[in-house]
């Protein structure tokens, strides 16, 4: 049985596609601005046809009556609550180019992938401007924000995602994890997983003012963006700014749990090395992001890092991609 036909838009590493491929599509082009990510990719998809450059400056047009879905994230930058917010004002905005695609293209089906907050008070006006275009053009239009913990990625991270039919309404994926005969996969199991890998030398200090929560695993005990990962359960979200103090850190022995007590309970703030901690390895950073171990990333480590951060989770793709295959019939 033939395989429907897909585009991935910003496809960076290539985490949208690997999914969608699990889950029964056959990517036939991908496009991105990085020519690091499109290194990474053409490595792993040996067979789909890499456009590297500006995508606007891409015409979709030869594409029309030859693909089912258009799927992509945009870069998440403008919406992100870790930015400034910009949305359309932000010159990384590329939600036009996406809606474009889709309108020279005229797939069947799309899928687009974005940081939670392009679902926010904040920035709903700016998405629902873009969907009223799209159901413009004939599509049912309807986006969810769904955790990718819940279908079995080690890690807290939620996503919008906007999925367009032009048969019938979208249909969402189900929860595959979360309950108590199917809990979530925690950090710990995907971190053993994991193949042995260079060590991340980004040194880890206690933080001259630390900022304290309830949990120990949030606020701030060290310096730098990384926080302690409570390993028996998914992880933090991986972000693309990871390599250095901003990687997560792994905490095998409790150091960090002792401190947060230690601080809790008015103790002095510690200085110095924080001994017998260390941040995440490429390797353990894709595991969490659940890319398989033969999934090879190019590019020296800090582009490594750049490409899981910013990748769609391969699972959590793939369970969409699922739901949009049956949706198509």
Request: net charge positive.
């Amino acid at each position: 049985m033939k395989k429907p036909t897909s585009v991935d838009l910003f496809a960076g590493a290539g985490g949208l596609s690997l999914g969608l491929e699990m889950a029964g599509w056959d990517t036939k082009v991908a496009s991105d601005f990085d020519p690091r990510a499109c290194a990474t990719y053409r490595n792993n998809f040996p067979n789909t046809e890499v456009v590297e450059g500006d995508v606007r400056k891409i015409d979709w047009k030869p594409l029309r009556g030859k693909i089912d879905l258009v799927a992509g994230g945009p870069p998440c930058q403008p919406f992100s609550v870790a930015g400034n917010q910009k949305a359309a004002n932000d010159m990384r905005d590329m939600l036009p180019e996406f809606v474009r695609a889709v309108q020279e293209i005229k797939p069947k089906m799309f899928l687009m992938e974005n940081v939670a907050g392009l679902a926010s008070v904040r920035h709903t006006p700016y998405l629902q401007e873009k969907i009223a275009i799209l159901e413009a053009l004939g599509y049912e239009v309807e986006y969810q924000v769904l955790n990718a913990a819940k279908f079995g990625v080690p890690q807290d991270r939620n996503r919008v995602i906007v999925i367009g039919s032009a048969r019938s309404n979208p249909i969402f994926p189900t929860a595959t994890h979360g309950t108590k005969n199917r809990p979530f996969k925690s950090a710990r199991e995907a971190i053993m997983q994991a193949s042995a890998d260079a060590p991340n030398r980004a040194i880890v200090t206690y933080a001259k003012a630390p900022v304290l929560r309830p949990s120990p695993w949030a606020g701030m005990l060290v310096n730098g963006g990384g926080r302690p990962i409570n390993l028996d359960l998914p992880s933090q979200t991986i972000p693309a700014s990871a390599g250095g103090n901003r990687t997560h850190i792994v905490d095998e022995n409790g150091v960090l749990l002792e401190y947060h007590a230690h601080l809790m309970n008015g103790g002095t703030p510690k200085a110095g090395l924080v001994e017998g901690v260390r941040r995440l390895t490429v390797r353990e950073s894709a595991s969490l992001q659940s890319f398989p171990e033969n999934f090879q990333f190019s590019g020296l480590t800090s582009a490594q890092y750049r490409q899981i951060g910013n990748a769609v989770p391969p699972l959590l793709a793939r369970a969409v991609g699922k739901a949009l295959i049956r949706a198509l019939g």
